[in-house]
């Protein structure tokens, strides 16, 4: 049972280039999440998807954007990087009473 | 927009004692709460799940929910070094699918 699977685990991109996250779940949960978490700053919520074929913007959308591609996969793509989004980036899906995290992706924009 | 505040420590306890972290809210309608541990360069790893009011046990884990107060607390009883990690308490946005607001976490150290 891997739970939340997250690639890729580590990624420098050079400013203005692309790149896309890619999220799988197993579990069956409806809802997937993209958080952001930076010192000092805590875990953000970026975009969400509360089901399939849904999504909508979290607290900084700004500079991302994500695509449910099925009920098990949920990626985050960056179209043009900006130093500013540098940082570890999660990947979640939940239930009511539960909610997985998958290992994370540090990101780092020069 | 609803918060959640942790003191971030670092909370520095004896092992072997019972580490009390703790957890304000804002919004007096938030029905259940997260608590993650984090270990540095980890993933967010889920504890404990509560929704009623008073104390729900697991292990040597006890959330503790107190609505009137709006305040949700964690004790871990016997600390090990193991336990040394960042705690994360977390409200539900909305009703429904909307996410987790997490608060900024308690730094919690485990002396040996």
């Known amino acids: 049972n891997a739970g939340v699977t997250q690639t890729p685990k580590f990624q420098v991109l050079k400013t203005g280039q692309s790149m896309t996250l890619q999220c799988a779940q197993d579990?069956?949960?409806?809802?997937m999440y993209w958080y952001r978490q930076d010192p000092g700053m805590g875990l953000r919520l970026i975009y969400y998807s509360a089901s399939e074929g849904t999504t909508d913007k979290g607290e900084v959308p700004n500079g991302y954007n994500v695509s449910r591609l099925n009920k098990r996969e949920f990626s985050l793509r960056l179209e043009s990087a900006a130093p500013s989004q540098t940082s570890v980036y999660f990947c979640?899906?939940?239930?009511?009473?539960?909610?997985?995290f998958g290992q994370g992706t540090r990101l780092t924009v020069v | 927009q609803k918060e959640v505040e942790q003191n971030s420590g670092p909370l520095s306890v004896p092992e072997g004692a019972i580490a009390s972290l703790n957890c304000t809210y804002s919004d007096r309608g938030s029905q259940s709460f997260f608590w993650y541990r984090q270990y540095s360069g980890k993933s967010p790893e889920l504890i404990m799940f509560i929704y009623s009011n008073g104390d729900k046990e697991d292990g040597r884990f006890t959330a503790q929910l107190n609505k009137a107060s709006q305040y949700v607390s964690l004790l871990i009883r016997d600390s090990q070094p193991s336990d040394s990690a960042t705690y994360l308490c977390?409200?539900?946005?909305?009703?429904?699918?909307?996410?987790?607001?997490f608060g900024k976490g308690t730094h919690l150290i485990i002396q040996p």
């Open positions: 579990m069956n949960h409806n809802s």
């Open positions: 979640a899906s939940r239930a009511i009473t539960e909610a997985f």
């Open positions: 977390a409200v539900p946005v909305g009703g429904g699918a909307d996410g987790l607001t």
